[in-house]
């Protein structure tokens, strides 16, 4: 107990490293290529530590449990979070507004949006000739989907945002218990304020004014809650969803497969490949076919020419956020590029045997969600343009990881 404790420490420890590396610490000057190596360092101990632990679980809620007075208090707490962020969210929308001028993921969305809204589904991925003289479409089905009903009632976009990131804190909220650990339950609490707050009041990566990284976050942080349910189909439409919004899952798909394959859980196997199956030709086939599917599939080959292209036009991207590309430099893009693709496909499935290998038994339950977190460490570090929005999945990630650490009781 009293070790587990020690690793328990560990770990918050290595959390707030992370969280502050991301966040407050990037303000001051010229830190950026020290601290991206303390992130690094602070994810990778995250996920070499967590197989060490019992399986994490959720108890099974009591009948009339949503009575209780403190899941009453969480939802107040919530309340005023929105509210707080319905006031921010409006002063940044105004100071801000969706532009090329600022950032080009949102406008591109909302063109695909308008484009799917109006019917035509197969020119979704068309060239968008008034943005920077003809950009293509890159974004991945499940990234920009969910932008479509607020396109479809006239809103602003952004409010989706929004959402994602209220409903990431409101799964913090009810997985918090201040009563276990007290002292380590007061620490995680501060973290995932100065989280919170910077996200929302300081505005630096711009995820509440020019990103889509709201929706991500929340496939992610769902994607967690799965894993830990052991539910498969939970398991293998968030996976799906993860999958079909962003690239970073890529290496944790092969690892997760491996790790089912050693514990011999075939009908998971069976499910995982249905729901993929199901996801892709609902999510992408059907709406956007084939065609766009091939074209998409050839468009990482252009990720070093578009590196270089940053280096050249705003070099300041690999110096404020916690990426390693600083230290390849702009010369040095196509190693990066090829590290990124090797590592990121086989270090997650070499950690999954290792563990099984040298693991005890009752210990390899988490293995598939240090998997995760060992994927978007290595992704997001390794990334060719490390914009500094991109690296807040991860932090959500350790964030309900830590939290359902300190929450289990002795």
Known sequence: MILRKRLLIWILFA??????????????????????????????VICLLLPSFPRLHFSRPDKGWWKAHTHHYRLILIGLIALAMYSWCRYWFEEIPIDISNADMLPIIKVMGERFVAGHHKQVYDTIPWIWNGIQPIYLPAMWLPYVP???????????????LLFSFAIFLFLYRPEIHR???????????????????????????????????????????????GNPWFIGVMASLCMLSRYSLVGWIPAYTLYLLLEKKWKHIGIFAVTGMLSFILLFLLPVGWQTFYRLASLP??????????????????????????FFGPHRIAILHKLLVALSFSVPSVFVL??????????????????????????????????????YTSSFVSLVIVTMLVRTRE
């Open 15 to 44: 959390f707030a490293v992370e969280t502050l590396c991301s966040t407050w610490l990037l303000k001051f000057d010229g830190w950026g290529p020290f601290l991206s190596i303390l992130y690094f360092l602070s994810g990778m």
């Open 354 to 391: 290792y563990c099984y290998i040298k693991g005890k038994k009752e210990y390899l339950y988490n293995t598939p969600l240090a998997a995760l977190k060992l994927s978007l460490v290595i992704f997001y570090c390794l990334i060719d343009v490390p914009y500094l929005y991109l690296f």
């Open 183 to 229: 002292y380590l339950s007061f620490l995680t609490g501060v973290l995932a304020f100065l989280l919170f707050w910077w996200i929302l009041a300081d505005n630096t990566p711009g995820i509440i004014s020019v990103s889509e990284e709201g929706v991500v976050i929340a496939y992610y942080v769902l994607l967690v809650v799965a894993l830990v349910t």
């Open 301 to 326: 080959g252009n990720y070093v020419a578009f590196a270089a292209r940053v280096w050249h036009d705003s070099p300041k991207v690999f110096t404020e956020a916690p990426g390693l590309a600083w």
């Open 150 to 164: 607020a396109i479809a009632l006239g809103i602003d976009i952004r409010w989706v945002t929004m959402a994602g």
